[in-house]
């Protein structure tokens, strides 16, 4: 089992960063892609982003290539999303996930609240 805690969500300004934490633990952080999701009001979950195991390999959405970055620190147990020029429309619950022993993300975290205003 592994168990997703994130944190460093908030409220910030368009235009304005924000970096957002997950700390993992259970099972061998370093064996197991991550990712990061997020969900609007209203609207389905979407990816955001991806990081793989130990490589460090990305991937993301078109609408945050160039402002967002994924990273991870494997002695920490930590994966980060750091948020530039942030939009409005980046407003959502963001989660993190892992994928471990499956083709898809199978542990979650509770999510966190960011809200960009305007």
Not at 13 to 22: F, I, M, P
Request: positive net charge; hydrophobic residues 35%; charged residues 15%.
């Amino acid at each position: 089992q592994v168990q997703l805690v994130e944190s460093g969500g908030g409220l910030v300004q368009a235009g304005g960063s924000l970096r957002l934490s997950c700390a993992a633990s259970g099972g061998t952080f370093s064996t197991y892609p991550m990712a990061w999701f997020r969900q609007a009001p209203k609207k389905e979950r979407e990816f955001v982003a991806a990081i793989s195991r130990s490589v460090g390999s990305t991937s993301y959405v078109d609408s945050v290539k160039g402002r967002f970055t994924i990273s991870r620190d494997n002695a920490k147990n930590t994966v980060y999303l750091q948020m530039n020029s942030l939009k409005p429309e980046d407003t959502a619950v963001y989660y993190c996930a892992a994928r471990l022993y499956s083709n898809e993300y199978n542990f979650w975290g509770q999510g966190t609240q960011v809200t960009v205003s305007s």
